[in-house]
């Protein structure tokens, strides 16, 4: 079965430039998740949604920041313009229901660097 | 403030021993307990989960405890194997609706 597939897995742009990130869940899969790790701050969850529908976005860190879910099987993570302090690993994860007693699949994350 | 902390050294064991791993959290009343392993270069892997009124979880050579009074989850590895090298993942949530809060990881290398 095909797990969370993720692209790019590597982006390297300058600042002030778009970027967006792409997901594909697993399908059947009805919650999606978002999530930051660095070195100083771990793994954070930027925002979820369940059934398409964003539930809580309070992780989003400002503005620049967008996540659309158009259908259960795409969703994008933008951030518009990009910083240095943007550079991160982005991981996206889906779940069967989006209780926290299930459990969460990750794909591989894409690696982001800002110049 | 709320906390979840991990071993904070990397933890190196010698193969066939017995690895435990320490997940500590302050402020926090976690209805739910996971453990995720994370190797280089990819997303992190459910391993188990633990419930509130579960003491013990076992999974192969993994078993999980949760006590609450001492709000400490306590990872084993039994007849730990290089393979078995990797970060691991502790991560909580206080109800099946609220969202899951991941601590830092603790990095594991099992030697030869």
């Known amino acids: 079965d095909a797990g969370v597939i993720q692209s790019p897995r590597h982006e390297v742009t300058e600042m002030g430039q778009e970027v967006t990130l792409r997901c594909k869940p697993i399908s059947g899969h009805n919650s999606l998740f978002w999530y930051r790790q660095t070195m100083m701050r771990g793994l954070e969850l930027l925002i979820y949604?369940?059934?398409?529908?964003?539930?809580?976005d309070s992780g989003m860190p400002e503005d620049r920041f967008s996540a659309k879910m158009p259908n259960a099987s795409f969703s994008t993570l933008k951030i518009q313009p990009s910083e240095p302090r943007d550079s991160a690993v982005y991981f996206c994860a889906s779940s069967f229901q989006g209780d926290s007693n299930q459990p969460q699949h990750f794909g591989d994350g894409t690696r982001l660097s800002i110049l | 403030s709320q906390k979840i902390e991990q071993n904070s050294e990397a933890l190196n064991i010698q193969e066939g021993k017995t690895a435990t791993l320490t997940c500590n959290y302050t402020?926090?009343?976690?209805?739910?307990l996971q453990w995720y392993r994370q190797d280089p270069g990819r997303g992190p892997v459910f391993l188990l989960l633990i419930r509130e009124n579960e003491k013990e979880k076992r999974k192969e050579r993994l078993k999980v405890t949760f006590d609450t009074t001492l709000k400490q989850s306590l990872f084993h590895i039994t007849a730990s194997q290089p393979a078995d090298s990797a970060t691991y993942l502790c991560?909580?949530?206080?109800?099946?609706?609220?969202?899951?809060?991941f601590g830092s990881g603790t990095r594991l290398s099992i030697r030869p």
């Open positions: 949604f369940n059934n398409n529908v964003p539930i809580d």
């Open positions: 402020n926090y009343s976690p209805a739910y």
């Open positions: 991560a909580l949530a206080e109800s099946s609706a609220s969202k899951i809060i």
